[in-house]
């Protein structure tokens, strides 16, 4: 077994990635290049959402990262996308509320904002890392 093989495995369960696809391997291979390119995007946003304090943005990105992640079996990086998006879940939800207009506009005030940020740069920072892992995983799989 190759060292690629071996980190490929550690951050990919590939059966549950075959099953997520049909159990159709060619399908899973179609399934890389969206992943992918849909993987990036979502990473731009957050940190786009990190420079902008936009915590809909970010619980928004966060969470479809961590579909994309699952349906290639990433649970662990899965997971650590769903403590970030539970960390702007709140806040998220609050907006919704005031927008409907069922939650007071001054519940989401800018000492609220900051301090929910305050870690937000070490999360992301730490999660980028294995989010870039699992794509390096996932285009590796799918070969030349």
């Known amino acids: 077994m ?3 093989q071996t980190s490929s ?14 159990g159709d391997e060619a399908l899973l291979l179609d399934l890389v290049g969206p992943f992918v390119e849909e993987a990036q995007e979502r990473l731009s946003q957050i ?4 420079k902008t ?7 928004r990105a966060a969470h479809t990262l961590k579909s994309l992640l699952r349906t290639f079996g990433a649970s ?6 769903q403590q970030l998006e539970d960390h702007f879940v709140k806040l998220a939800e609050d907006r919704r509320a005031i927008e409907k ?28 890392p294995q989010v870039q892992r699992v794509i390096a995983a996932v285009k590796a799989h799918q070969g030349p």
């Open 2 to 4: 190759t060292e690629q």
């Open 9 to 22: 495995e550690q951050v990919i369960d590939w059966a549950v990635a075959l099953d997520n696809a049909g």
């Open 47 to 50: 940190h786009q959402a990190l």
């Open 53 to 59: 304090q936009d915590y809909v943005l970010l619980n």
């Open 76 to 81: 662990s990086t899965m997971l650590v996308a």
């Open 101 to 128: 207009g069922t939650k007071d506009p001054g519940d989401i005030t800018p000492a609220r904002i900051a301090a929910t940020f305050a870690d937000a740069p070490r999360m992301v920072a730490d999660f980028e």
